[in-house]
Each structure stands twice: as structure tokens, then as C-alpha cells.
């Protein structure tokens, strides 16, 4: 597809926002399958380093662990009891010039134990934001020496408990004070795979959103509760399937978020208005209610819901939170909403936790799995990353007699990504060797040495961290562009997988403008003609449409036109890009309202994973002036992370955005895909400021409901 050479211009809008190299740590994070817990390895001591794993906990204020499980113990000092370090340490004792620590294990397995306090040197390691870099060293990190008993209850490969609370003591205070960056830290908790533990992040990079361009979406909402030690969150309302919950009591208590409870546990009163709506609403989607299995009340048979990106289908949990302006939700969705516990039965995964529990919400890992977690002490507030609605297809891959939703990258360079476990679970999956015709048409620049041997046999790989294997992809086939399909082809295609199923979204489709994507391969298997259309409905629409990805030919029939659409297309030239294959187009200018906002030269990128559209920051300021001075609109205060909001029922006035293409063409952006709903009564502009130096003056991406 190397010769695609002009945009059908028939996407939609958005964007995201570029990284700055500053200071910033990250730490792996492993999930104990057995016992679903999870935990952290870091290096302590010099000059001999000792990896240690440690549980993370929100609600301890100071690290203790097993001091025997280290290799060395010589550079191991105690800490003195009028030190002004001791005097700090919350529940802090003496014994003699000793300071001591009160060891509180959070699975409440044992009493708290006693032990001493002591420094050594903690190694964590650097990163752009999505790779492990150079060690550094925090040269006085405090921690307690805990005994073997201490650690009963904890997983086996755990020798400790990491200290993740608001107190000054705990890991992450003393991490940012050390090197004297951003107080805050991030966690994406993995429900399989590797998870990641961020320090001071400035910028996240995780599958799919692994590049500068197409930034996690995020809300905020205030932290509550720091001075007692926990992290609470004021929840304002509960809603199952958009429906509030009538409750009572209130919520006034706030929530407590836990990284040790595993499932969601409520007073009971509430626990019974969510269940029963949630039954209700499974109802009524036609999923079955079955036997509950404890500790679960509520369980239902898996085959009656269907799938989709985030899991089973299954009516959406929200939780209404204190926003800057007006309220603000957090959604769980399918996988963080129920769990499977039998082949064909899945549970409602939430706890009732008694009449009169000490929180009356505790919300635990099982809903926080794959959701981004920003703890932001300079602003005391909590960040979480929102329904992306990022587009996705259904396929089925192999001999899977079951679709998964993969998601769609239109700059990915992998044909199709997924877990190997699960790739090779398919009877038709074929491992590609290395040094074979196939190997060396997909990758000729990889050389097999750097290659790994996995049963005696030298698999391919299209990267370091991705492999090359064979299967069959069915795909709907039409001759004539009309809209109803007429069959299906299967076809054996170059796939790749990765050893470590990525967090967030797992699966996604490639459609850069390389030779290895499945657009090219099938356009080169079937001689079709070198084309790609991709429509993407908006979240409105998309309850009755879904959308179209369409290759080769291109005849295209949508009501209510009923004629060929492509023959009222505009088009611009594609730019020729490096080896990544991105698609790229040449905006020469901007106007609103016939006034013209100047742009730097460069390269415009159109991205399916960027939730707004980024603007250098002299493009975004100029923008904004010629929408707002245009706008007959009523401003509203400004909502993160845009710089223009206005009252939706202040007018209709918004103006026009016109992109002025190379070779004459005009992109037309209306209303619906210019501006964002933040809540019911205001909307904003949906462009976000990209940095002074972005690789890209502009990234073109999906304008979010």
C-alpha cells in the first residue's frame, strides 16, 4: 500500500499532548494471580543491590519489609530516635536510640508488629514514559525491618509492604523530595501482564497510547482524606446503565480507594440498590441470572452477553464525581464490572460489606484494573483516565469460533497485535521461523541473531518485544460497495504478538501505510485497487451504525444519499512519510469565521487513537482567539485540559473551522465535531495545546461525545 498517495478526506477530529523529558521514574507492577494482589520490584542496598517485591498499599505510611531477604546488609544504617527523620514517621517509638515503627499489615493477617527503622539506598529507574532507562539512586530511602512473622498473609514472593500513603514517610514523598520533582505518582494496576508504577510522570506511554500524539484521557476530581492517611473521593451519585441509584444513606463519607481490597465492597443498603438495578438492567439486555456463588450474590450465565472491547456486555457502573465545573463520571465497565468465575458464569463484582461497615465505600483493585491512576499532591487531586471511546472491529482470529474487538490504529505499524498465549491457542496458528521467505519479506532489517529460540526453533519477530506468526483472518467481502455484505473470505495473513499482554486495550489493528499492514497485504493477496476508507460514526450514531473500514475498489453507499458518496469526496495528496508509515496531509491554513489563523510549516498527522486535536502552542492560542471572538455563544469557565468552554444552552452559534488543504480542498469541522460535552451544561472547544516543539504542528484526531 506503499503507493497510496491522497486522503479521502471522511474521517472525524481530536489530539493530545507532546512529552517533556524531565525527571521521571518508573517501576514495574506484577499481579499475584493466586491471591490477586499486586506488587513492586526495586533494587535496596550498596554496593551489593537486592531486588526486592513489596505490596503496594495506599494506607501505609511507612515501608517495611523482611531485612534478611538482602543481600547485603552493610550498607544498612539505623536511624536514632530525636532524629528529625523518626520524628516524622507517623506512630513512631523508641527503644533506647532506636526508632521504631509500628508495622500494620494492611490483609489484616497478624497484629501490628514493632520494628526498627533504617536507611539504605533504593535504585529506581528513569524513563520517557514508556521504557525503563538509566538506575538512579535514592540515597537515604527509610524503611522498618519486619520479622518472618510479619509477613504471614502476604503473597509468597513478597517480602514487604510499600508505603503509598499521603504521610511524608511513605515511598513516593520521600522519591519526589529526593530529586526534588513533581509530588504525585501514577499507577495502572495490570489484570494480566505487567502493570506500571510511574514517580513525578509528566507523560504515559501504553498500549495503544504509545506515542506523544495520542495522550490517555484524563478527569479530575479533589482528593479527600490526607490528613487521616487515606485517599478518599467525594462519590456525589451512583448510575447502572445511566440510571442514578436512590440511596440511602448518602454518600457524604467519600469512597476510599484500596490497593489491597480486591473487590468494590458497600454498605449494604447501597450494595442492594446497585444489585438490583444491575439485575434489572441485565434483564432486560437478556442476560440470565443464575445460582449466586459466594463471595458473590449476584451471578449470571456468561454465554447470554455478548462482547466487546472492555469484556462482557454488561449494563455500565458509574460513579458521579465533584468536577471542576459540575459532576464528573467514572466509568467501570464489562471486565472491571463483573468477574468470571466458572467457564460459564460471571459474578457481579462488588462486596456487600454490612450495615454499619467503618467506609461506606471501599473501592478495590477489580474496578481499578487498567484504569490510568494520577495521585497529584500539588494539586490534591486525583486524575483517572475516562472512557477513551477509542474505535475498535470485531474479528475473529484462527480457529476462535468467538469475535474479539481489536482496536484501530490508523498509524500502527503492527498488522495486528494480540497476546502469543492466546495467538497460539489457535489450531491454524503457524509460527514464523526466522531466515524464511515470509520472515524476510516482513522484516528484512531484523537480524535473526537478535532473534530468541523458543522450542529449539528460531522464531521471527518484527521488533524486540513482538513476534511473527501466521493465521486466518475471516472478512466480509462485498463486490458492488453496497452496504449489505455478501459473504465472507478467509484469509492467511502475517500477524504479530507480543510475550506481554499490553494493559488498557490489549488488541489493536494496524493500518499504517506499510507493506506488512493487513490493508496491503490483502490489497496485494487479491490484486485489489491500492485504497482505504475508513468512516467513523460518532458515539451518538453509533447505536444504530457502526461505522465502515473499507479496502480497495471504492464505491461507497450510505442513507440517506443514495448514490456513490466517494463522488462527492474532496481530496488532498498524502505526504510521503518515513519507514512508520503515518499518515500524514499538508494543512496550509486555518480559518474561522473567513479569518485566517497562521500556522507553522510541517506536517499535519490524522491519528484513530488521539482523543482531541493538538495544536503547536502559537497555532492553539490563535485558534482559540478567532473561535472565541467568533462565538455567539456564552462563556463558560474553562475545563482541563481546553482553553475555551461555553454554556450549551447559551446559543447555537458556534462558528465554522476551516482546514485549507494542499491542491485546494476544504475540511469543513461543524459544531458536533468542533466542541465537547464536559457536562450537561457546558461544552468546550475540543483542541488541546501541544508544547512549543511537537513533531507534528497538528495531529488530527477523534472529537469525543
Given at each position: 500500500m506503499g503507493s497510496l498517495t491522497r486522503l479521502i478526506v471522511f474521517l472525524s477530529i481530536f489530539a493530545a499532548i507532546t512529552l517533556k523529558s524531565n525527571s521521571q521514574y518508573l517501576l514495574p507492577i506484577t499481579k499475584h494471580e493466586p491471591t490477586n494482589q499486586f506488587y513492586t520490584t526495586f533494587n535496596i542496598g550498596s554496593p551489593t543491590k537486592s531486588p526486592v517485591n513489596l505490596l503496594l498499599d495506599l494506607g501505609t505510611n511507612l515501608t517495611w519489609l523482611n531485612c534478611r531477604k538482602l543481600k547485603s546488609l552493610s550498607s544498612l544504617r539505623l536511624v536514632t530516635c530525636q532524629s528529625s527523620t523518626c520524628k516524622s514517621i507517623p506512630g513512631n517509638g523508641c527503644d533506647g536510640k532506636s526508632c521504631l515503627y509500628k508495622q500494620p499489615n494492611p490483609l489484616g493477617q497478624n497484629p501490628v508488629v514493632t520494628g526498627r527503622v533504617v536507611q539504605d539506598r533504593a535504585s529506581i529507574s528513569t524513563t520517557d514514559g514508556g521504557k525503563f532507562l538509566s538506575q538512579v539512586s535514592v540515597p537515604r530511602f527509610t524503611f522498618s525491618c519486619a520479622g518472618e512473622k510479619t509477613l504471614e498473609g502476604l503473597?509468597?514472593?513478597v517480602a514487604g509492604v510499600l508505603a503509598l500513603s499521603p504521610g511524608s514517610s511513605s515511598f513516593t514523598k520521600q522519591v519526589t523530595s529526593a530529586f526534588n520533582v513533581i509530588p504525585k505518582f501514577s499507577l495502572c494496576l495490570p489484570s494480566s501482564g505487567t502493570g506500571r508504577f510511574y514517580i513525578a510522570g509528566i507523560h504515559y506511554f501504553i498500549p495503544p497510547f504509545n506515542d506523544s500524539s495520542s495522550s490517555i484521557p484524563m478527569t479530575l476530581t479533589p482528593i479527600r482524606g490526607t490528613d487521616s492517611g487515606d485517599y478518599l473521593i467525594l462519590v456525589q451519585s451512583i448510575y447502572v446503565g445511566g440510571t442514578p441509584l436512590k440511596l440511602n444513606p448518602d454518600l457524604n463519607g467519600g469512597a476510599k480507594l484500596s490497593t489491597v481490597v480486591h473487590y468494590t465492597v458497600l454498605q449494604t443498603d447501597i450494595y442492594n440498590a446497585l444489585a438490583q438495578s444491575f439485575t434489572l438492567k441485565a434483564k432486560a439486555m437478556g442476560i440470565s441470572k443464575v445460582p449466586s456463588v459466594a463471595p458473590f450474590k449476584h451471578c449470571f450465565d456468561a454465554r447470554t452477553a455478548g462482547k466487546n472491547l472492555t469484556g462482557p456486555n454488561v449494563p455500565v457502573i458509574e460513579i458521579g464525581l465533584p468536577g471542576r465545573i459540575g459532576e464528573v463520571k467514572w466509568g467501570f465497565y464489562g471486565a472491571n464490572t463483573v468477574v468470571k468465575v466458572k467457564e460459564t458464569v460471571m459474578c457481579l463484582a462488588f462486596i456487600d460489606g454490612g450495615e454499619k461497615p467503618e467506609d461506606l465505600v471501599v473501592i478495590g483493585t477489580h474496578q481499578l484494573q487498567d484504569h490510568m491512576l494520577e495521585f497529584d499532591f500539588s494539586r490534591t487531586v486525583l486524575a483517572f483516565n475516562k472512557s477513551t471511546n477509542i474505535y475498535s472491529i470485531p474479528l475473529s482470529i484462527g480457529s476462535s469460533t468467538s469475535s474479539e474487538e481489536f482496536v484501530l490504529d490508523l498509524n500502527g505499524a503492527a498488522p495486528l497485535l494480540q497476546n502469543c498465549a492466546t495467538a497460539a491457542r489457535s489450531t491454524t496458528y503457524h509460527p514464523i521461523k526466522c531466515g524464511s521467505t515470509r520472515c524476510n519479506y516482513a522484516n528484512p532489517n531484523f537480524p535473526c541473531p537478535n532473534n530468541v529460540i523458543t522450542k529449539k526453533r528460531t522464531v521471527c519477530r518484527s521488533s524486540d518485544d513482538a513476534r511473527l506468526f501466521r493465521d486466518t483472518v475471516p472478512l466480509l467481502y462485498t463486490f458492488n460497495g453496497v452496504y449489505t455484505m455478501d459473504s465472507e473470505k478467509?484469509?492467511?495473513l502475517t500477524?504479530?504478538?507480543?510475550?506481554?499482554?499490553?494493559?488498557?486495550k490489549q488488541r489493536t489493528v494496524g493500518l499504517a501505510n506499510t507493506h506488512l499492514s493487513i490493508p496491503s497485504q490483502l490489497i496485494s493477496m487479491y490484486k485489489l485497487p491500492q485504497k482505504m476508507a475508513l468512516c467513523l460514526p460518532s458515539t451518538e450514531g453509533s447505536k444504530t451504525y457502526s461505522g465502515d473500514l473499507w479496502i480497495g475498489k471504492g464505491e461507497y453507499y450510505y442513507l440517506p444519499y443514495l448514490k456513490d458518496v466517494s463522488k462527492i469526496f474532496s481530496s488532498t495528496p498524502l505526504i510521503a512519510s518515513?519507514?512508520?508509515?503515518?499518515?500524514?496531509?499538508?494543512?496550509?491554513?486555518?480559518?474561522?469565521?473567513?479569518?485566517?489563523?497562521?500556522?507553522l510549516y510541517g506536517t499535519t498527522k490524522i491519528s484513530t487513537l488521539a482523543p482531541y486535536t493538538v495544536l503547536q502552542t502559537s497555532i492553539y492560542k490563535a485558534l482559540l482567539t478567532?473561535?472565541?471572538?467568533?462565538?455567539k455563544i456564552a462563556i463558560a469557565p474553562a475545563v482541563k485540559p481546553f482553553g475555551a468552554c461555553f454554556h450549551s444552552n447559551g446559543g447555537r452559534g458556534e462558528p465554522v473551522i476551516d482546514l485549507m488543504l494542499r491542491g485546494g480542498a476544504k475540511w469543513r469541522i461543524y459544531g458536533p465535531n468542533s466542541l465537547v460535552k464536559v457536562n450537561k451544561n457546558v461544552v468546550c472547544l475540543g483542541f488541546v495545546d501541544g508544547g512549543v516543539k511537537p513533531k507534528n504542528p497538528i495531529v488530527i484526531g477523534l472529537v469525543l461525545d
Open positions: 503473597p509468597p514472593p478467509s484469509s492467511s500477524l504479530t504478538c507480543s510475550d506481554g499482554a499490553p494493559t488498557l518515513d519507514k512508520s508509515g503515518e499518515y500524514l496531509i499538508d494543512v496550509k491554513s486555518i480559518q474561522i469565521g473567513g479569518k485566517t489563523v497562521p500556522i478567532a473561535f472565541t471572538e467568533n462565538a
